[in-house]
């Protein structure tokens, strides 16, 4: 009985995530509306995990926070912007470094012990998160070679927009991974993250160029 109510919860979270993810695309950016729709779909994030870490398991768990880190760190983003991020940040970042190394591990001992579906998925995961980790890292805790700015006073906005917007393709993975749309274990997480960041990447650029008048690679 537990376990089903648990399942209702995460089922409705995960619906949630969704429609306010879309609402969002959709609707005009900043405002009150954004910024209540934002507390929500943070909110959805946190029921997605925690029954998500019932459901599935602690290796399911670190796929989950791979999601919600982005989820968290994209609204932190919106709401410190250019400025100096604070104590609670930055534990947050150190978090989110010490679950994606897990995550990597976890990706090279599934490959070696002959699960190489779970391990690419995870190895996948791992460096997606890599990415970020060290970009975070270098920007916010100031270790390592400095980030360039590509946006210069924008910087936040776009870094807030990709965040969401990879949070949201997880969100998608994980529908697609329970519901076994693409009948293939790897295919289910990786085929919606690569046509996601393909089209972040194009909606970023053409935005770039809408408001600031050039692409960050001109």
């Known amino acids: 009985m537990t376990r089903e109510i648990i399942l209702q919860i995460h089922s409705i979270s995960g619906f949630l995530i969704f429609a306010i ?7 005009k950016k900043g405002g009150k509306i954004h910024v209540a729709l934002g507390k929500i779909y ?19 768990t670190l796929i989950g926070i791979f999601g919600f880190y982005f989820a968290l760190t994209g609204s932190r983003i919106a709401r410190f912007k ?16 010490l679950v ?8 090279v001992k599934l490959f070696i012990s002959g699960d190489s579906s779970f391990g690419i998925i ?15 890292i270098r920007k916010y805790l100031s ?10 006073k924008l910087d936040w906005y776009f870094e ?11 969100a998608v993975t994980a529908f697609t991974s329970i519901q076994n749309v693409f009948k293939n274990n790897v295919l289910n997480f990786i085929l919606p993250t690569v046509i996601g960041v393909a089209l972040i990447s194009i909606v970023i650029k053409r935005m770039s160029k809408k408001m ?7």
């Open 143 to 152: 270790i390592g070679p400095k980030v360039i700015s590509k946006y210069g």
């Open 42 to 60: 943070l909110f959805g994030w946190v029921l997605l995990l925690v029954t998500g870490a019932y459901l599935g398991g602690p290796l399911i």
């Open 160 to 170: 807030h927009f990709n965040r969401m917007s990879i949070s949201f393709i997880a």
């Open 212 to 218: 600031i008048g050039k692409s960050p690679d001109e």
């Open 100 to 107: 994606m190394v897990s995550i990597l591990y976890y990706g």
């Open 122 to 136: 995870f190895l996948v995961f791992g460096l997606l998160f890599l990415l970020t980790i060290q970009k975070d």
């Open 82 to 97: 250019n400025n100096p991020v604070g104590l609670f940040n930055k534990i947050i970042i150190i978090a989110g470094a």
């Open 21 to 27: 993810g879309l609402l969002q695309f959709i609707l």
